[in-house]
């Protein structure tokens, strides 16, 4: 809808050239641009992770030394739990008892982190829209302003699943070490 409402506007301007089309093809078209690279993203992280190219020990998704401080000082654990997900927020509950909801969260946190990764940047790629649209000065604050909003929406999410996923690491590794630890107690019985 929002993608026929932007080749509407830009058909309408074409004819009519008129300030508030203007505006509203500016507005369609850079809406329909960020949802449909968001649409884009979310079908080729499923194919990437489906191939086996999301290691939790790859160079990109191993925690790096700062990344610690880094959450301790913005707070993220602070405000992670207020920040709004999309779907159900209890596929992340962790039943300590099962080892494979575990590693799928692992894979979750690593393609959703994917998603956002790869929306930052591209949320600034609108700013290109400027040129398109011959928008100069300091209307070009405007596609700034925008590609900064989407980037931040992007990075919030990006960092909890760098913050999340250590945890649920180690958590998957207590779980196999009392696993190990019953069955030794078994064979031993």
Not at 7 to 16: A, K, S, W
Not at 152 to 168: A, F, T
């Amino acid at each position: 809808m929002l993608s026929l409402a932007a080749v509407f506007t830009v058909l309408y301007y074409t004819v009519y050239k008129n300030a508030v089309i203007f505006s509203l093809m500016v507005t369609f078209v850079t809406m329909a641009y960020h949802c449909i690279y968001r649409i884009l993203i979310s079908l080729t992280v499923p194919l990437v992770q489906k191939r086996g190219w999301l290691n939790e020990n790859g160079l990109y998704f191993r925690e790096k030394k700062f990344e610690a401080k880094l959450y301790k000082l913005l707070r993220v654990k602070a405000w992670k739990d207020k920040y709004p997900v999309y779907g159900d927020r209890n596929t992340f509950q962790v039943n300590g008892n099962l080892r494979k909801p575990i590693d799928t969260i692992v894979q979750i946190t690593m393609s959703a982190e994917l998603v956002h990764a790869l929306g930052a940047p591209l949320g600034f790629l609108s700013i290109l829209l400027c040129f398109w649209t011959q928008v100069y000065g300091w209307d070009i604050a405007v596609f700034a302003v925008t590609a900064t909003v989407a980037a931040i929406v992007e990075i919030c999410p990006l960092m909890i699943q760098r913050y999340n996923r250590p945890r649920y690491i180690k958590l998957r590794e207590i779980i196999k070490k009392r696993e190990q630890a019953k069955t030794v107690r078994i064979t031993d019985n």
